[in-house]
């Protein structure tokens, strides 16, 4: 649940990029640390594995401005999207506010992205929370692959896997070119701070 300090008229909420091992993650984070190093007052802390893949998570702190009065700061977090960090992912989620699931376009990762929807949706359902009520947003990830002749899924067979039930906004996306890198942002700020409304009121 977000931080609310109605006295300093601060709110602190916590975003979660979560999805399978190598789909983009940390890409997608530091893209937006590149983006805006003037808004971000701290570096962004990344916790690595061997093989430069996160073992705990990324942490990218992020002030947006007023919105409805307040001083609102995004906590970004990354998950460590290999199997074996199970405990890990349930840690980080912890006290999450919105969601955005990075998908991996790559047709050899269908099934690990399946898998891990399946395992946010158990985990978030440990802290009482439905996958189907937390803001969420997807991004499918790596669409600039398709260019080097890597074979990827069409997005109406990602949205057909991914999104047929949820029905919650999604965009292609390049996290390393920084293709709706920003959009996928921006419209899980505005759908997390919308679900915030009424404890600011």
């Given at each position: 649940m977000a931080f609310v300090n109605l006295k300093n008229k601060e709110v602190q909420a916590k975003v979660v990029f979560y999805g399978p091992g190598r789909g983009g993650k940390?890409?997608?984070l530091e893209y937006i640390y590149s983006k805006f190093r003037e808004r971000i007052k701290s570096d962004m802390v990344s916790i690595k594995t061997h093989g430069d893949r996160t073992l705990f998570f990324?942490?990218?702190?992020?002030e947006i401005g007023k919105i409805m009065g307040?001083?609102?700061r995004i906590q970004l977090y990354t998950v460590p999207g290999q199997v074996k960090y199970n405990a890990t992912r349930r840690l980080v989620l912890k006290g999450v506010d919105g969601m955005v699931f990075v998908a991996d376009s790559m047709v050899k990762q269908r099934e690990k992205n399946l898998l891990s929807l399946k395992n946010l949706q158990e985990n978030l359902a440990i802290y009482k929370k439905s996958i189907f009520?937390?803001?969420l947003v997807l991004q499918y990830n790596k669409r600039d692959l398709a260019k080097e002749g890597v074979?990827?899924?069409s997005m109406e067979q990602m949205e057909k896997d991914l999104n047929s039930q949820l029905k919650v906004p999604s965009f292609g996306a390049s996290a390393v070119t920084g293709e709706n890198v920003i959009p996928s942002l921006k419209k899980i700020i505005s759908l997390t701070m919308a679900s915030l409304q009424n404890v600011l009121k």
């Open positions: 940390t890409t997608n990324d942490f990218l702190p992020f307040y001083d609102v009520k937390i803001p074979e990827l899924m």
